[in-house]
T-cell receptor, first 113, second 115 residues
């Protein structure tokens, strides 16, 4: 069975600080990895996705994530956060060829102006 | 394109009442999913469908039933609501399982409270 672990429950940063959210997964085969964002009161939106090739994936709004296969990790980064990045961030794993997406428990990010 | 839509947006039920949540997508996606989101738990898969007329159980199926009579619609039913089913319910859809196009698109959610 696949699982996802997000290490930080709540992260508080000041504007312009750098962000890194940890994500580790457990799965025995080829994976597709996702980061979704949920702004307050809204639905989940896809930030970025890794399925093959370059392990450094660039997404929307200046976010990027690095897939490190040896560490089973897919950490999300942004060099300089803005107040508008305040949201909850979910890492998810999908076994290649599967359709059962498994989510981590989420990390709430609060950015202080 | 409306994407994935859900009705209703909010609902309050009494224990034992029944209701149906409707999900519709206009992207011609083959796969549809129902999740529940609870604080500190992330999203958990309730049921899913891999095509019209098919349904399957996910991680937390107990107390729910689903139907997919039309490709664009996926209904989630609660036959006898319980307070433990108080949650935010999200519907999602995806085109297929190939890595090139397997991302799931989510609806706006239904906030359900069971008293």
């Amino acid at each position: 069975a696949q699982s996802v672990s997000q290490h930080n429950h709540h992260v508080i940063l000041s504007e312009a600080a750098s962000l890194e959210l940890g994500c580790n997964y457990s799965y025995g085969g080829t994976v597709n990895l996702f980061w979704y964002v949920q702004y307050p009161g809204q639905h989940l939106q896809l930030l970025l996705k890794y399925f093959s090739g370059d392990p450094l994936v660039k997404g929307i709004k200046g976010f990027e994530a690095e897939f490190i296969k040896s560490k089973f990790s897919f950490n999300l980064r942004k060099p300089s956060v803005q107040w508008s990045d305040t949201a909850e961030y979910f890492c998810a794993v999908l076994g290649a060829g599967s359709y059962q997406l498994t989510f981590g428990k989420g990390t709430k990010l609060s950015v202080i102006p | 394109n409306a994407g994935v839509t859900q009705t209703p947006k909010f609902r309050v039920l009494k224990t034992g009442q029944s209701m149906t949540l409707l999900c519709a997508q206009d992207m011609n996606h083959e796969y549809m999913y129902w999740y529940r989101q609870d604080p500190g738990m992330g999203l958990r898969l309730i049921h899913y469908s891999v095509g019209e007329g098919t349904t399957a159980k996910g991680e937390v199926p107990d107390g729910y039933n689903v139907s997919r009579l039309k490709k664009q619609n996926f209904l989630l039913g609660l036959e006898s609501a319980a307070p433990s089913q108080t949650s935010v319910y999200f519907c999602a859809s995806s085109y297929g399982t190939d890595s090139s196009y397997n991302e799931q698109f989510f609806g706006p959610g239904t906030r359900l409270t069971v008293l």
